[in-house]
């Protein structure tokens, strides 16, 4: 009786998402990468996001030389589509498009011939093998700051290559950290959980995004609402998604 008591007492409120209100990180647009598969689906996630108290979405398809060869012509007609059925069903919510970048070496090839699709102040979303760091990693950050583009990188937790110091040396070259909030449940892995952890206590994260690529990872996000480290970040001030 008095173990169930003590538990209970150890659990914290729900904090909804309506805290930070803006998703900068999702695949939603239909059948364009390993996100919705098709229009039914993108208006189900879409649906369930605005239930857990998110106001704007910014969508994020990704970019990848050799797997997803979207360009901002595809992804904005996408946009369009998803937009059109949502009016159409009166599900009223605000949804913009940036991308998702993989850092390979045709992206590093096309900095300053192209523009990227950014949000907020031309931040770009740019995400990492989760085998190894790019070899040229600074040299590329370095580069796309040159074009005026203030770098964000997707999941940091989740490269387990990275120490505590090599996210220190990111954070003072300008870059910022988004956390994809399932990382604070263990759905990646214990490590992933562990770095997520870190970096909160580090005082390193700038946003977070749900990631969402599918009708499994809705039917979680709710379990990180009561989660520490979830509240800890929301109340340190630091998140920016809100002046998104």
């Avoid at 011939?113 to 995400?127: A, C, P």
């Avoid at 937790?157 to 120490?163: N, T, V």
């Avoid at 988004?178 to 909160?200: F, M, P, R």
Wanted: glycine share 4%.
């Amino acid at each position: 009786m008095f173990t169930w008591f003590f538990k209970k007492e150890l659990e914290l409120k729900a904090l909804r998402f309506s805290e930070i209100g803006i998703d900068l990180h999702s695949h939603l647009i239909p059948g364009i990468d390993d996100g919705a598969k098709d229009l039914e689906t993108s208006i189900f996630l879409v649906k369930r996001l605005k239930d857990l108290g998110f106001t704007k979405i910014i969508t994020t398809p990704h970019i990848m030389s050799d797997l997803y060869k979207n360009t901002p012509d595809i992804i904005n007609a996408g946009l369009s589509v998803l937009k059109s059925e949502l009016i159409n069903q009166k599900i009223d919510i605000d949804i913009q498009a940036a991308a998702e970048y993989y850092v390979d070496y045709d992206f590093e090839q096309r900095i300053g011939d192209e523009n990227f699709m950014t949000f907020g102040q031309k931040e770009i979303l740019i995400e990492f093998s989760f085998l190894e760091a790019p070899r040229n990693m600074y040299d590329i950050i370095f580069k796309l700051q040159l074009e005026g583009y203030r770098v964000v990188l997707a999941h940091p937790a989740r490269y387990r290559y990275f120490l505590i110091d090599d996210y220190n040396a990111l954070i003072e070259r300008g870059v910022l950290f988004q956390l994809n909030l399932l990382s604070l449940i263990g759905y990646y892995s214990k490590e992933v959980k562990l770095n997520a952890e870190l970096l909160i206590n580090h005082n390193l994260i700038s946003y977070v995004g749900t990631d969402c690529h599918n009708k499994h990872h809705v039917q979680l996000y709710h379990k990180c609402e009561t989660m520490k480290y979830w509240q800890q970040l929301v109340n340190s001030g630091r998140l920016l998604n809100n002046k998104l």
